[in-house]
């Protein structure tokens, strides 16, 4: 038997963005966070460089907002960049009060430099910040006794009260299959917040873990949300090349501490393609290693940092050091192979600045959403910032709402009565196969309206297949993810077809000079999913 869960906020995500939220929140509502699995399944915990903040007196907010929108490329929200980068310092400072022990040096904290930044702002721990973050705040979750965690869960829709009959367009919880059980459960809530990450799975190679699958974007888009600036999909230059490395990423600091990214007869080239060489934008040196990479017929291009003395390398980069030793490579001698991989979307729900989506009561943190802070590339760093000021400000305004009376009618379980289990798993692995695979060679780091027209000719026949398999088979987990990835696939392509130049990590080679007025791309929900939800909101 299906179970239900009622609460008064429903955070839907236990990375940095949605833990940070439940903290803010807690002395005041009760709160219910869903995780896939444990905390180191989200993106926030492999997170390795650090938080970028103004905290040194040489630096100050204009440089940081000056890079930030430069990196952007001419999309960022000026006034939401100078908000978040203000705010900045003291996410720091309620991040150090909560326990998190930030690098120090000569008593102060130390300060790492990273691509596109004109100074050192970047506080970490170590190279393993977001592991230090999320620990922490776990366990202070863990500790609260209004909030209550659960694990193994993956959320499958909205509940949308205008699909219940005659009721507002707004969010009243989620459908939610328990992995461990294989049962589908309603949480019922007065708000939510999506605090699912990214969506980089929808590519072959990334840096992401496995859950990275667009869950919160495919959501709220089927809920009725605007999507943003989707095809501005960040490829991260540095990841571990190695057949047993998995998605192992080679922080953008070691480039901050002079790395040189070398081809493999030793040769340095980034400064052929940029007057900044390694320290250029992230979008930037992605672009030249692929085309080194294709030029000369290599798998890969190497990054060194060996010149350094290995008690540096050893204090600064431990779990970079430790993780390539057991792979045989020793830092402090030898170059690191590395490859470009999809890491971060800087598109997501259009949300204002406290957080708030276009649906009532549902609010988007995180990489998720799409804040205007990012632009067409996002900053090194500032992705845990967005997290933790984001965060704050919806369960500010949240709190401010809590004392309203909301009724919130009876929501039908989920309805099972016209499935059954599927004895053709396969379809299931070979489509997910198929997808990252026509993602990465079609809409990748360059592209063009051919490839782009080819990825949406496949993207258009697997949502016909994907939407009959959902409509008559019990859900899976892996079901759920590979139509969220299907669904935010189909909007990435959209995007990167309506857009006629190149501009930020969106580069085409059919358009490759940037226009002189850009424009947002917008796409409003088309009611893509509308039988396949009412599915979920039919009494049984």
Known sequence: ???????????????????????QL???????????????????????????????????????????????????????VEATVADAPEMIAQLSSWGVN????????????????????????????GRAITQTLTEKVLDHPNIELFNDRVAIDLINLSKLGRHPNSCAGAHVLNRSTGRVEVFQSKFV????????????YTSNPDGSTGDGIAMAWRAGCR????????????????????????????????????????????????????LAPRDIVARAIDH????????????????????????????????????????????????????????????DQHGRSDLAHLYVIGEASCTGLHGANRLASNSLLECLVFARRAANKIK???????????????????????????????????????????????????????????????????????ANYTITSDLIELRNLLHVADLIVRSALQRRESRGLHFTLDHPQQSAHPQDTILFPGGLDDLNVMRATTPN
Request: contains cysteine; proline residues 4%; hydrophobic residues 40%.
């Open 292 to 351: 080194e990479m294709k030029r000369i017929g290599a798998d890969c291009v190497y990054l060194d940092i060996s010149h350094r003395s290995a008690e540096f390398i050893h204090s600064h980069f431990p779990n970079i050091a430790e993780k390539c030793a057991a792979l045989g490579i020793n830092i402090t001698q030898d170059a690191i192979p590395v490859v470009p991989a999809a890491h971060y979307s800087c598109g997501g729900v259009v949300v």
């Open 1 to 23: 038997m299906s179970q239900r869960f009622a609460t008064d906020v429903l955070i839907i995500g236990g990375g940095a963005a949605g833990l940070a939220a439940a903290l």
């Open 102 to 129: 930030f690098d120090v040096e000569d008593n102060i904290l130390h300060l790492t430099r990273e691509g596109g930044h004109s100074h050192r702002r970047v506080v970490h721990v170590a190279d393993a910040t």
């Open 227 to 278: 999507v943003a600036n989707m095809e501005f999909n960040q490829f991260h230059p540095t990841c571990l090349y190695h057949p047993h490395a998995g998605s192992f990423l080679i922080s953008e600091a070691v480039r901050g501490e002079g790395g040189i990214l070398r081809l493999p007869n030793g040769e340095r080239f980034m400064q052929r393609f940029d007057e900044r060489a390694e």
């Open 26 to 80: 807690a002395d005041a509502a009760r709160v219910t966070v869903l995780s896939k699995g444990d905390i180191t399944t989200g993106s926030s915990h492999w997170a390795q460089g650090g938080i970028a903040a103004v905290m040194d007196p040489e630096d100050s907010y204009s440089a940081h907002v000056k890079d930030t929108l430069e990196a952007g490329a001419g999309l960022c929200d000026p006034g939401v």
């Open 193 to 204: 917040i999506l605090a699912t990450g990214g969506a980089s799975k929808v590519y072959l």
């Open 400 to 470: 401010t709402q809590l004392e309203r009376p909301l009724n919130v009618p009876y929501i039908p379980k989920w309805d099972e009565s016209r499935v059954r289990d599927s004895d053709e798993s396969v379809i299931i692995a070979h489509n997910w196969d198929e997808l990252r695979r026509f993602m990465w060679d079609f809409v990748g780091i360059v592209r063009t309206d051919k490839r782009l027209q080819r990825a949406q000719h496949r993207i258009d026949l697997l949502k016909q297949e994907i939407a009959d398999y959902y």
